[in-house]
């Protein structure tokens, strides 16, 4: 089932308890910003107008709690079973936060393949 997370906080001797992520993204990757939160990007389970979900929490070193999320609107929706790889996804939901000390420091950028909705 999609949505499950846990982590350890001690270079894997033990793991906390799964806790489940807010909106279940799946199919997705996880990054770190520049202040050690953490972001959780993947497809948008039960949002098929919206391709990815992304969460994020700020309160790493203490108990997990999602304090953000948001869909993507990205005209499509990521699937998977097509010829090009029939017994898999056609593309995972990719996540990148800017760590830079630029003026783009603090954005968060996904990428995904998606079957488009629109038509031009």
């Not at 953490?38 to 070193?61: D, E, M, P, Q, S």
């Not at 990521?78 to 996540?95: A, E, F, H, K, R």
């Amino acid at each position: 089932m999609p949505g499950f997370f846990t982590r350890s906080a001690n270079a894997g001797a033990g793991f906390e308890n799964c806790i489940l992520v807010e909106g279940n993204p799946y199919w997705g990757t996880m990054e770190v910003g520049s202040a050690g939160e953490l972001y959780i990007a993947g497809a948008a389970f039960g949002r098929w107008h919206h391709a990815c979900k992304i969460v994020r929490c700020t309160n790493t070193c203490i108990r997990i709690n999602w304090d953000f999320a948001t869909y993507v609107d990205m005209d499509g929706y990521v699937t998977g079973g097509d010829p090009i790889n029939p017994v898999g996804i056609l593309g995972q939901v990719s996540l990148g936060v800017d760590r830079s000390d630029g003026p783009g420091h603090g954005n968060v950028y996904v990428l995904a393949s998606v079957q488009r909705i629109s038509v031009e």
